[in-house]
């Protein structure tokens, strides 16, 4: 079993601009670097002083078929979806029901009395910021996450069960070492303790706390194209031998449902630019998701994270957050929010400048290995046009 998991983003890091007209197209900057990389569709979107200033998509639905896409049409936004997760977690700190240093033990140990001492002591903050010394997926974290038992169970569940069945297995690699090890399962575990301190499934949460107020009408969760039809831009698979091979619908469209605090959302390049500018903002505008003070701790740099060997273009050093990364780049003379998001199918990057009140964001419904360096090149190109 090929395991999509795999290829959910391992965060990366980009940069953005800053100042631009009322709603540039960006249809001449996107399309020959689409053509380049020979990507089925390509998205980006400018905000700036929480307005759009600038958006453009290029490209089909599906390949081979004449299907253009649109600026409405929906992308999937993999872990870009944690730092949503992560700002969940901030309303439940702000409300009382959780803090930083709540443990999994404090939080989900009546429900689940097996999990081990050292797996307990995990606390909200190092699942956020993957230092909680949960590992990266491997084969036995896969079978939770594609185990025919999930079918028997209600969601929430579920993700109990999954989170019992490791950590009554296995201590933290480390403990209370700062160390970075980037960990889907831990943002599952964060979501599962959103979920026991609001009394609501994470996906609830999701609409009512985080797409309602910010009016992303066209955000949702799973795979983008409604089930039939061709009615956004679907994912595409690359192998070995260059073959691209969409997936539409069903259970191939997108990993499992229980992953969705790591990496579920999708909505359209605009209303992606929304979520990004808000974050942009930093609190200075509304709506009032969570307090000022609670999103500058979530955009706050934790843990020093180590980039060997980085790809021409990419940046050298970097740190995260909770559900951010920060990376400085060639072309960029700080580090920069970031982060990068696939489900092994798609890819969406992320950039915030909070000191220019500034965002970019692109999407192309491809992962492989041009969907990195298209992005990089369309968040270098929209710097250099709007930041200068």
Known sequence: MRVLFTVLAMLAILDCPATARAEDNLNTVLDPIRTKYQLPALAAAVEKDGKLVAYGAVGVRV????????????????????????????MMVDEGRLRWDSTIAEVLGPALPKLRPKFGAITLRELLSHTSGLPTDNEEIGKLYFSPDAADHPLTDWRLKMIEAWGSKHDPSFVNAGKFQYANLGYIIAGAMIEKASGKPWERLMFERIYAPLDLKTAGLGAQATFGEYDAPVGHRVDDKGKVTPF???????????LGPAGL??????DFATWAGWNAGEG??????????????????VVDMQIKDPKPGTPKT???????????????????????????????????????????????????????????DVMKAL???YAK
Do not use: C
Request: aromatic letters at 6%.
């Open 63 to 90: 390949a081979g078929r004449d299907l253009p896409v649109t600026a409405d049409d929906r992308f999937h936004l993999g872990s870009d979806t944690k730092a949503m997760t992560a700002t969940l977690a901030g």
């Open 248 to 258: 539409p619908w069903g259970e191939s469209a997108d990993l499992p449902a229980s």
């Open 265 to 270: 959302a999708h909505m359209s390049i605009k």
């Open 284 to 301: 200075k505008r509304g709506p009032a998701l969570i307090k000022p003070e609670t999103l500058k701790t979530l955009h706050q740099p």
């Open 318 to 376: 970097g740190s995260y957050a909770l559900g951010w990364g920060l990376s400085k780049f060639d072309w960029s003379d700080k580090p920069l929010l970031t982060h990068n998001g696939s489900n092994g199918l798609n890819f969406a990057s992320i950039l915030v400048d909070v000191d220019h009140d500034l965002a970019i964001v692109v999407t192309t419904n491809i992962a492989g290995p041009h969907a990195d360096p298209a992005t990089r």
């Open 383 to 385: 710097y250099t046009k």
